[in-house]
């Protein structure tokens, strides 16, 4: 049996050098193997995601593309999932995520992972090459594909929001993930939505607007447009997240700093199986009511020892906007320590 293999030198998406590892699994059961691989192949997708290699199936025909270690241990628990199998049960997305947890195949990845942060990071898609800047937005890139859940905090024009739906784009053309799920929360600069023209889509849709920018530059406008009428491609307030669990997705919250507490707990406990999220936010520029304390800047403090979860933080330096940017957001931080001493000061007198 022979795949057909891409052209040019095999890399993952962390840029490791690959080998292909092929095994056939037996006795050959068409419903077993259906239930191996799951619905619309999310049980090998889960292991892509979660070991870091690419798995490729014909029938009872495998390829595993990875660093060898991994794809011989991968080889290992794809034969007791099938064994799983024999009593006619089903395999779960949790079922495949339990079985991973306890091979301890999850910790030698992200071992192998960090021997190759020396290859810079390239994301690609049908239209375009994405190559982040710096080492911080390199790190940032490279947590979000090794972590479920990722944070990047830090002030405007870093690219914290443009990597982060690049990812999510690239993860989508890889078939990793099913959806794109791209959630705001819908206060701004104390305006009320209440007081905009139209429905509800088109009072959010403005606040939205940044996601779809990016959206458009690497999808294009119809084929953008396609996704979300499938509704493969999902924009939403932070609200309608309530009471859903999210399979399969990659979901964006942007602009974090202006949720409560309650809704970033809410958020947080929609992230199902499969899944990757990521949060961003800016907590100098929180637009919440006077009193209500930002759920991003409370989550910091909560989640910061949690493993598992990636943390990206940005700095003025990492602004890649028109040079005049950084220079603002500089001024900005001096303007705010040279307040903040004043009080001190003050305080300190009384």
């Known amino acids: 049996m022979t ?8 890399k993952t998406n962390l840029n490791a050098p690959l080998t292909i590892h092929r095994f056939s699994i037996e006795p050959v059961d068409s419903r077993r193997f259906a239930s191996l691989c799951g619905q619309f192949d999310e049980n090998l997708r889960l292991i892509e995601q979660r070991l870091g290699i690419e798995v490729r199936n014909r029938g009872n025909h495998f390829e595993l593309i990875g660093d060898p270690a991994i ?61 982040p800047r710096g080492p911080n937005q390199q790190s940032y890139v490279r947590s979000i594909q090794e972590h479920d859940i990722n944070f990047g905090i830090g002030p405007a024009g870093t690219g914290k929001t443009y990597l982060a739906v690049a990812c999510a784009v690239d993860a989508l053309e890889r078939e990793q993930i099913r959806r794109i799920l791209l959630v705001r929360p819908a206060v701004e600069a104390g305006e009320k939505l209440g007081f905009l023209p139209g429905d509800l889509s088109q009072k959010i849709d403005p606040y939205l607007r940044p996601l779809y920018d990016a959206l458009y530059e690497m999808l294009g406008f119809e084929q953008v447009a396609k996704l979300i009428e499938r509704q493969v491609i999902e924009v939403a307030p932070l609200a309608y997240m309530r009471g859903r669990t999210l399979n399969n997705s990659f979901i ?33 520029q929180v637009d919440l009511p006077r009193g209500t304390r930002s759920g991003l800047t409370h989550v910091m403090e909560v989640l910061k020892d949690v493993k598992g979860i990636g943390f990206t933080h940005f700095q003025s330096k990492d602004v890649v906007r028109h040079p005049l940017v950084q220079r603002i957001v500089e001024a900005y931080d001096r303007f705010d320590q040279r307040q903040e001493q ?6 300190h007198d009384h």
């Open 3 to 10: 795949f057909p293999l891409p052209q040019g030198p095999l």
């Open 71 to 131: 794809t011989r241990s991968a080889e290992a628990v794809l034969r007791q999932l099938y064994r799983e199998t024999r009593d006619h049960r089903d395999l779960e997305p949790e079922t495949v995520h339990l079985y991973l947890q306890e091979s301890g195949l999850e910790n030698l990845s992200e071992a192998l992972a960090q021997d190759s942060h020396h290859q810079p990071v390239i994301l690609r898609t049908k239209r375009m090459t994405i190559q």
């Open 342 to 347: 004043e009080r001190q000061e003050r305080r």
């Open 252 to 284: 964006i919250l942007d602009e974090s700093q202006n949720t409560t507490l309650e809704q970033m707990k809410m958020f947080l406990t929609r992230i199902g199986f499969g899944s990757t999220a990521v949060i961003t936010g800016d907590i100098t």
